[in-house]
């Protein structure tokens, strides 16, 4: 059996507030994978990255907290990290392993620190504990992928000195993505991005999504989810799929390797 290209699969933190939908995605997963060996072809190794802005926010509101972003970047001081850490890999990684299990999925839940996997470093004193992500050591997962688990890495990076750092999810998913040389898809609540006649647009370049955000065809928070994922293509050095975790149906293409939603082109 050939060796299949890893494909990592980024969740926004709104999937936890979807009822059914991480069910729904880990059953997907199950389905999948139950059909290849039936077909008997080798498992697509599969990795999931998540953060959970909704957790963190959740909990820092219940501890009157304030919350401030610089950049679109949680500012993370050293009285936070600890809370902040709690919220990713803790809560939001056990509630997606618990759902994971529930698929009857061999998952494994992890962090980008183990195994020096993912590599991180401090951004900027101003931020504080949040750090930047570049792909390390693919040993560790790869060991994971051939064993059949599911890793599912929250966006908590160690720095070389042992520092605890937040890390942007999308930037997370592109190091990890680069790590195991594998392909990106970024799952939002989106079905991808629409042209001004509500069509989905199925390819998109720089040029396009500028000329269609100077439009106002694509708007508010659509524009933080192209340009994310046109910076991951351009990161990543290869197209990267949005495309929505409530396409149950179409997932299996996803994992198969076939585009859906809209594939967000690398053109640099």
Known sequence: MSKQTPLVLKLGGVI????????SLFNAISDFWSE???ASQSKRPIVIVHGGG????????????????????????RSQ????????????????MGKAKQANLKAIGLCLGDGDSVLVSPISEALGHVGRATAGDPEFLELL???????IISSIGITENGERMNVNADEAAVAVAKCLSGELALLAD?????????????????????????????TDGMVVKVNAALD????????????????????????????????MLNTQ
Not at 86 to 96: H, V
Not at 252 to 262: A, E, R
């Open 16 to 23: 936890l507030d979807t009822p059914g939908a991480l069910e």
């Open 36 to 38: 290849q060996i039936r």
């Open 54 to 77: 909704c957790v963190v926010d959740e909990l820092m509101s219940k501890l009157n907290l304030p919350v401030a972003k610089i950049d679109g970047l949680r500012v993370t001081p």
């Open 81 to 96: 990290i600890d809370i902040v850490v709690g919220a990713l890999a803790g809560s939001a990684n056990k509630i997606l």
């Open 145 to 151: 992928l051939s064993k059949g688990y599911l890793p």
């Open 190 to 218: 989106v079905s991808g991005v629409l042209d001004a006649n509500k069509t989905l647009i199925p390819k998109m370049d720089r040029a396009l999504a500028d000329e269609l955000i100077h439009a106002k065809v694509i």
């Open 232 to 263: 991951a293509a351009t990161n990543l050095g290869a197209p990267v799929a949005i495309a929505s975790f409530k396409a149950f149906d179409e997932l299996p293409k996803l994992f198969s390797g076939h585009s859906i939603g809209t594939l």
